[in-house]
């Protein structure tokens, strides 16, 4: 978790740092994968994740006097969280309509989708749609191991 928040040395209050975060994506419903490569990102990146920024402002008040204690520069603590938050994974959706596609014959969206998840990490414009948050319908979709 420390690695993921850009964190480079050990402190106290490390564990109570990434617990507030998490919660803050919690109470805010936000994506936890879009969150934390938005934070890999920018400030800005990250406050656009969340409709009421009140909460996860206040936070970064917190990770700022955290990056400051140990001397952190943005631009390699972004490059190095870069490589421990992707952009993209695999969701339950996307697998399904890969599947559905599958069924009918057409296998090209999974083998779309998997030339992206070859590189989870790296930008990747071409397959920007599959980075986004899941949409609302997405809600009622399960998807097992055996589908």
């Not at 994740?49 to 952190?72: H, K, N, P």
């Amino acid at each position: 978790m420390r690695a993921k928040l850009g964190l480079r040395e050990k402190r106290e209050d490390d564990v109570a740092l990434a617990i507030d975060f998490l919660d803050a994506l919690a109470e805010a419903r936000a994506d936890y994968t879009n969150a934390f490569r938005a934070l890999s990102t920018s400030e800005e990146a990250l406050l656009a994740q969340f409709a009421d920024q009140a909460r996860i402002r206040t936070w970064l008040e917190a990770y700022r006097a955290r990056l400051a204690a140990e001397g952190s520069s943005a631009p390699e603590r972004y490059a190095s969280m870069k490589r421990v938050n992707p952009k993209f994974v695999l969701r339950n959706y996307l697998a399904q309509q890969a599947i559905a596609a599958a069924e009918a014959g057409d296998f090209s969206e999974i083998t779309r989708l998997h030339a992206t998840l070859r590189a989870p990490f790296d930008e990747q414009p071409e397959a920007e749609r599959y980075a986004a948050a899941p949409p609302e319908w997405a809600a009622e979709i399960s998807v097992s191991c055996s589908s």
